[in-house]
C-alpha cells in the first residue's frame, strides 16, 4: 500500500499539473512561478539524479577475500508484463522458460550468478517473487532459476526462499524467517546502488547482517557529468528524478514506520 501511494505522488507529471492547478488560482504568481520553473528544471536534468546517487549511495563492504556461505539477491530485473502479455496472445504455443526479457536490474542476479560460477559464494538465494497484474501472475523467481541453469549454477546452487514476497520489506522478513533454522551468517547482499541504503536498513532491522555489493552504478563522480546533455532537460533526466524520489520517500515511510 505505501509502495503505491508514493509511486503515485513522485510522479514528476502529477507534480507538474498540481502545480499548474495551483498557480491557475493565483492572481499574481511571480516568484512563486519562477520556483516552479527551476524546480521542474532540475526534475528533468540528468545531473539531478547524478547527484543524488552519488550522495545516497552506500560503500561496498564486499571482501574479495571471502567464500561466503550464501548471497541474497534482491528481485526485480523481470519484465513480468512482457510474459503475461505473450501467454495471453499465444495461449497455446508460449513457452516462459524459451525466453528471456529482463530490464537493467538484472544485472543483480548476473552478479550473484557471476559470483557463485567463480567460487566466491556457495548459494544464490532469491525471493519467491509473483506479481500479479490485471492480466494475471508469473512467478519470475522461477524463471531467474532456469536461466541460472541454463548458465553455470548447479541446482543445489539456486535457492529460492519464501512465499510471493511483494517488496523489500517481505524479502528482508521473510529470509529472517527461512534462516532461523540454516543460521547462514556470512553473507553478501546484492541489490541495485540507489536500492541498497533502504535495503540494508530493512534487512538490518529483521538481525540480518550482511556484507554490500551494489550493481547498476551511477556515474563515476568526475570531470565527464559536467557534460553538456547533463544539463539538458530529457527523459532520462525525469525518469532518474522518479527513482530518486521514489528510493527517499520509500525510506522515509519505512523509517516512519519503525521498519527501519
Known amino acids: 500500500m505505501i509502495q503505491e501511494v508514493v509511486k503515485f505522488f513522485i510522479n514528476p507529471v502529477l507534480q507538474f499539473f498540481i502545480l499548474i492547478l495551483f498557480f491557475i488560482k493565483q492572481k499574481k504568481p511571480g516568484k512563486i512561478f519562477i520556483g516552479f520553473v527551476f524546480y521542474f528544471y532540475l526534475l528533468s536534468i540528468p545531473m539531478t539524479g547524478i547527484l543524488f546517487y552519488k550522495l545516497w549511495s ?5 571482501d574479495e577475500d571471502k567464500i561466503y556461505e550464501c548471497a541474497v539477491v534482491l528481485t526485480g530485473g523481470v519484465d513480468s508484463q512482457w510474459y503475461l502479455k505473450e501467454s495471453v496472445n499465444n495461449t497455446s504455443s508460449f513457452r516462459s522458460q524459451n525466453y528471456f526479457m529482463f530490464n537493467h536490474a538484472a544485472e543483480r542476479f548476473f552478479k550473484g550468478i557471476d559470483l557463485v560460477i567463480l567460487g566466491k559464494v556457495k548459494k544464490l538465494y532469491y525471493g519467491n517473487f509473483v506479481p500479479q497484474s490485471d492480466l494475471g501472475s508469473f512467478d519470475t523467481s522461477e524463471l531467474v532459476k532456469s536461466f541460472a541453469f541454463q548458465n553455470g549454477l548447479q541446482k543445489s546452487q539456486f535457492v529460492i526462499y519464501g512465499n510471493k514476497v511483494k517488496n523489500t520489506l517481505d524479502e528482508a522478513t ?16 546484492i541489490t541495485s546502488q540507489s536500492h541498497m541504503r533502504r535495503a540494508n536498513g530493512l534487512f538490518k532491522k529483521q538481525g540480518t547482517d550482511a556484507d554490500l555489493l551494489s550493481v547498476q552504478k551511477a556515474q563515476a563522480f568526475n570531470k565527464e557529468i559536467f557534460k553538456l546533455n547533463n544539463f539538458i532537460p530529457s527523459i532520462r533526466g525525469l525518469s532518474s528524478s522518479k527513482r530518486s524520489f521514489y528510493e527517499l520517500f520509500g525510506f522515509i515511510g519505512y523509517f516512519l514506520l519503525g521498519k527501519l
Open 58 to 62: 552506500v560503500d561496498d563492504t564486499y
Open 174 to 189: 521473510q529470509f529472517k524467517n527461512y534462516n532461523k533454522d540454516l543460521e547462514l551468517n556470512n553473507i553478501l547482499l
